[in-house]
Nanobody, 125 residues
């Protein structure tokens, strides 16, 4: 019954920043591990970042570590992805996803029960 809605994508220049938001409804956010995935044309979907239900544990893809930060505000039913120092290779459709249990490992294995509709991020050189 969980529904996820992403927003915040857009067109930016290399080196600039974007902040993606994912609002969850229909479930207890604290019981859900949540994460961000992305998929570029011709490439497989990959995990970008994940966060545990409580927010106490996070995981990042090597390609974004140090540049991206995932966070959550359970009181507002929202998960964020702050993306700094964006590169053209970050261009993709970004999807919010969630899985019961609160474990980031589920999402790093691309296991998720719920998915958002995606938001386009385009980084120009």
């Amino acid at each position: 019954q969980v529904q996820l809605v992403e927003s915040g994508g857009g067109l930016v220049k290399a080196g600039e920043s974007l902040r993606l938001s994912c609002i969850a409804s229909g479930g207890s956010v604290s019981m859900l591990a949540m994460g961000w995935f992305r998929q570029a044309p011709g490439k497989e979907r990959e995990i970008v970042a994940a966060i545990s239900g409580s927010g106490g544990s996070t995981s990042y893809a090597d390609s974004v570590k140090g540049r991206f930060t995932i966070s959550r505000d359970n009181a507002e039913n929202t998960v964020y992805l702050q993306m700094n120092s964006l590169k053209p290779e970050d261009t993709a459709v970004y999807y919010c996803a969630a899985e019961w249990g609160g474990n980031v490992q589920d999402l790093t294995k691309l296991r998720a029960s719920y998915w958002g509709q995606g938001t386009q991020v385009t980084v120009s050189s």
